[in-house]
């Protein structure tokens, strides 16, 4: 043992770890050179689709499987999501809309399904972001879808029967709550801004807490965040990004109901997407009203033993009281089981649509 040892037992860690640094740094730049050279090749004989969703699905599965540990799977996934939307943003970088303004839940989603080297673009509304990407102006978009308190997000749900985009992917994201305000205590709150679903993610604390105050709904968080850091006497709820982007305090952290509260996104696009080996399929049908209907529509599911893991209706806008069912199942659609249970679903359906399918949300 040499005196420096015995004087800094960290001395030795350090020196390995400046080691280790080293040699990641250099097989870093080795995998970007070689990702870039892919991407060069396939601008040369005329392919554009430098992102490839189930070719990242594949490889952050495979990278979650091998790990050894004592890194979480989930952190070596976002570690290798972010080292591939480098690599990627030096071949061609992806140009995202998602729901705005800055500082949503949908940006956090954002960054974690195409990591931070995405070009990010906030969109005012769901409707234009389906708008913008079918036009081609965005490469994806991404659209919140549901909420495991609040339940289905309809302005999304309501976009896909007149639209030509498909689901390409899905993300989830744990949504915590936060109380932000530049006042200092509780007592001086007398306005609370946020979104709908915020306040009612939220709502025993804030009855709890704030019994008094006013609360007022905004369009998003990231708006009642900004409306919050004008105004005295005003506080907002929203989520660690919205803080970051418009610096304001956090006086309460996590403060919804349900601390198991999560958010789906989906990622929309103009093209289909290839199977990954582990996918999910979204089927968008309607029929004519008769004894039995919703039966008739999903029994090739259990015919074909296809697993179905979300249905929701919603109103049809072609005739009154009748609805379109939006149908999750495992599987992608060129599978041939898959593909006999979506025939068989299609002949007793007066509409059909297969919105996509895409790689399962790894984490």
Known sequence: MTNETQQNPLAPHREAIDKIDSEILRLLNERAIEAKAIGDIKIASGDTEMYRPEREAQ??????????????????????????SVCLSLEKPLNIGYLGPEGTFTEEATIKHFGGSALRTPIRTIDEIFHAVESGKYDFGVVPIENSTEGAVNQTLDCFPSSNVYICGETELKIHQNLMSNETDLK???????????????????????????????????GAVERATKEAGTAALGGKQAAEVYNIPILEKNIEDNLTNSTRFLIIGSKRIPASGSDKTTI?????????????????????????????????????????????????????????????IEEVSSFFKVLGSYPVALY
């Open 59 to 84: 490889v952050l599965a495979n990278k979650m499987k091998a790990n050894p540990g004592p890194i979480p799977d989930t952190d070596i996934a976002r570690l290798f999501r972010e080292i591939m």
């Open 188 to 222: 001086a709150i007398k306005t609370l801004y946020a979104h709908p679903q915020s306040l009612a993610q939220c709502r025993s604390w804030i009855d709890e807490h704030l019994p008094h105050v006013e609360q007022i709904a905004t369009n998003s968080n990231a």
């Open 284 to 344: 968008l049908v309607s029929a004519n009203d008769r004894p039995g209907l919703l039966l008739h529509l999903i029994a090739p599911l259990s015919k074909y033993n296809i697993t179905m893991t979300r249905i929701e209706s919603r109103p049809s806008k072609n005739s009154n009281w009748s609805y379109v069912f939006f149908i999750d199942v495992l599987g992608h659609y060129e599978e041939h089981g898959l593909q006999l249970a979506l025939k068989e």
